[in-house]
């Protein structure tokens, strides 16, 4: 199995920034991608931003250029750094990862986080 556990959220001001962390620990074999998403009340979960295992990023268009996804392979974590947040981007952040582990090699599965809590208000 992997666990995934993230740090970082809280409240914060609009126009203001929260890192968030997630790592990954467990029996792990390789880690591929790994993302963000969130969820708002009453809304569906969406993806925040991506990265592969290479470095390659993708984000959702309204968080481009406000958000930086980065990841440490070494430490098998992921991070985002989100900043001039906004109202709206108050939601659940959850961190997920594609990966396989050391039982089963061939075998890759989705595991996600907890999820931590942000809030932008005044």
């Known amino acids: 199995q992997v666990q995934l556990v993230e740090s970082g959220g809280g409240l914060v001001q609009p126009g203001g920034s929260l890192r968030l962390s997630c790592a990954a620990s467990?029996?792990?074999?390789?880690?591929?991608?790994m993302g963000w998403y969130r969820q708002a009340p009453g809304k569906q979960r969406e993806l925040v931003a991506g990265?592969?295992?290479?470095?390659?990023?993708n984000y959702e268009d309204s968080v481009k250029g406000r958000f930086t996804i980065s990841r440490d392979n070494a430490k098998n974590s992921v991070y985002l750094q989100m900043n001039s947040l906004k109202p709206e981007d108050t939601a659940v952040y959850y961190c997920?990862?594609?990966?396989?582990?050391?039982?089963?090699?061939?075998?890759?599965?989705?595991?996600w986080g907890q999820g931590t809590q942000v809030t932008v208000s005044s």
């Open positions: 467990g029996s792990i074999f390789s880690i591929y991608a």
């Open positions: 990265i592969t295992s290479g470095g390659s990023t």
């Open positions: 997920n990862a594609d990966a396989a582990t050391v039982q089963y090699p061939r075998i890759r599965l989705v595991y």
